[in-house]
């Protein structure tokens, strides 16, 4: 139903209530949940997030931000929230499909509703416990962290975009260190929600993708004070590095090339990199393992770097030499073609030919006993090196 009264018409153009927001008025933390036919996932997710907000001592929220889901996860959300202790709503939000659309109407909400601070998680969410609201809302909530970013246990073979360019680039351009800059769940105080619903943005691919990675990355551009919550094991959907992320590579790589091209000025700047705080004991929780075919990723990843030898003219030769048996592309040749495909007049294909490299790239590693952290260290350390000459 839609609401009457209140908070009604406040919502921004095109935004339609489904629950009425009224129940929300005078909650001082809001805990958005962007949904998309997530019917099978969303009731756990919200019971979580209801139990956690009910031990913070605060009154809070939740609100339900829908893209026009066919499944019935809006009414599996409300049905699934604590009622009048823990209020909860659901709105479809406006604008081009994707995520940064429906959390553009959770910070609009937020900034409506005046909270003091606000969390966002995924609606696919396995592992999620009450633990995680009160980590990523307590240093927003206690002015320790106007960003809390979150702190995963990961096997080794997940994660591998975050591994291999989210985390050492957005590291090397910005000059802070956090893990997760593409994390999905996240804690930040009610200006800073406020400052992110007023930017310019929401008619471009932030509104379809890239999201998570602008949020940290213009977080630490305006000199946010940033913080990582360690919250154990993220269990989701994990994806076969090998398989199933060409679509996600190019978004997230996209945004962050576009991002560094519009702050050239702010990451020439930078010439060290700080470590983001960790606010919390470590928790408990083992990484799922993801399981891959080595041989059938292999096989993938020489026949994509075959196909793209073309792609980065002044590192043909490495490329070749790259396609071997097995495929050897080393951290200097992925860093160097990061380097080249950020300066290529053409973006979009620049990222699509960077593609074969990440799996090349991820099939060596994988193959070796290197920890995630220590591959991340080593080319944050590369990229920053590289930047100076890009």
Request: glycine content about 12%; proline content about 6%; some cysteine.
């Amino acid at each position: 139903m839609e609401a009457s009264g209140g908070l009604h018409g406040t919502l921004g153009e095109g935004v339609r209530v489904l629950e009425g927001v009224q129940v929300l008025e005078g909650v001082r933390v809001l805990c958005g949940i962007p949904t998309f036919n997530n019917a099978a996932t969303v009731g756990k997710v919200v019971t979580a997030v209801s139990e956690g907000l009910d031990r913070l001592g605060v009154k809070g929220g939740i609100a339900i931000s829908d893209g026009r889901s066919t499944d019935g996860t809006a009414a599996r959300a409300l049905g699934a929230g604590a009622g009048p202790r823990v209020p909860t709503a659901a709105i479809l939000y406006s604008g081009p499909p994707g995520k940064g659309s429906a959390l553009r109407a959770v910070f609009g909400l937020a900034e409506r509703l005046g909270v003091r601070a606000c969390a966002v998680f995924d609606a696919d969410l396995r592992s999620i416990t009450p633990v995680w609201v009160e980590r990523l809302l307590g240093p927003a909530l206690d002015g320790k962290a106007d960003l809390v970013t979150p702190l995963y246990s990961r096997d080794r073979a997940d994660g591998t975009i975050t591994n291999a360019i989210a985390c050492p680039l957005t590291a090397a351009l910005y000059g802070v260190m956090v893990r997760q800059p593409i994390g999905g769940d996240f804690g930040f105080s009610g200006a800073l929600a406020a400052r992110w619903a007023a930017e310019p943005v929401w008619e471009s691919d932030v509104a379809r993708f890239g999201i998570d990675a602008w949020m940290t990355t213009t977080a630490i551009l305006w000199g946010s004070t940033v913080a990582q919550a360690p919250l154990g094991a993220k269990v989701h959907d994990p994806k076969d590095p090998g398989a199933d992320l060409a679509p996600m590579f190019r978004q997230v790589v996209s945004t962050i090339f576009a991002l560094a091209e519009a702050h050239e000025p702010a990451w020439r700047r930078v010439e060290r990199i700080e470590r983001a705080p960790v606010i919390g004991d470590p928790a408990d929780g083992r990484p799922e393992a993801v399981r891959i075919d080595p041989d059938a990723m292999e096989r993938r990843a020489r026949g994509a770097l075959r196909a793209a030898t073309g792609a980065f003219p002044g590192l043909s030769e490495r490329i070749e030499r790259a396609l071997g048996v097995p495929v050897d592309v080393d951290q200097s040749l992925w860093v160097d073609a990061v380097v080249a495909a950020m300066r290529a007049p053409d973006r979009r294909a620049a990222v699509d030919g960077l593609f074969p490299l990440y799996l090349g790239r991820t099939t060596t590693f994988l193959r070796s006993e290197r920890s995630a952290d220590d591959e991340v260290e080593v080319l944050a350390a590369m990229f920053l090196a590289a930047k100076a000459g890009a």
